[in-house]
């Protein structure tokens, strides 16, 4: 689901559009619901949360670090006189990287 999709939703749901910062709450839940859908047990060991593949959110892909910074792939954007152009798109994937 993307950003726009979400705020569609909640506003057909709610009657008002939500704050810009709801995506990030919809995200954290939606990841303590995939965490607790894993057979057996929920995992939501650091193992788990810190996976190096990270997960996918309304606003994109997003992933915690070992040391509680998280990170997001985002887009650069330029805004010109005709509106926002894309001047490098956000990530769709993360490389693994080391903790």
Same mark, same amino acid.
């Given at each position: 689901e993307d950003t726009a999709a979400f705020m569609?939703? #909640?506003?057909?749901?709610y009657s008002y559009r939500p704050a810009r910062i709801a995506t990030q709450a919809y995200d954290a839940v939606a990841l303590a619901a995939a965490l607790s859908r894993n057979e057996g047990? @929920? &995992? #939501?060991?650091?193992?788990?949360? /810190?996976?190096?593949?990270?997960?996918?959110? /309304?606003d994109?892909?997003?992933? #915690?670090?070992?040391?509680?910074?998280?990170?997001?792939?985002?887009?650069?954007?330029?805004?010109?006189?005709?509106?926002p152009r894309v001047v &490098?798109? @956000?990530?769709?994937?993360?490389?693994p990287v080391t903790n």
């Open positions: 569609e939703r #909640f506003t057909a749901s047990a @929920a &995992d #939501f060991s650091r193992a788990a949360l /810190t996976n190096p593949s990270g997960f996918a959110g /309304t994109g892909i997003f992933r #915690f670090l070992s040391n509680g910074v998280s990170e997001r792939g985002l887009a650069v954007l330029e805004v010109t006189a005709r509106g &490098d798109a @956000a990530a769709q994937t993360f490389l």
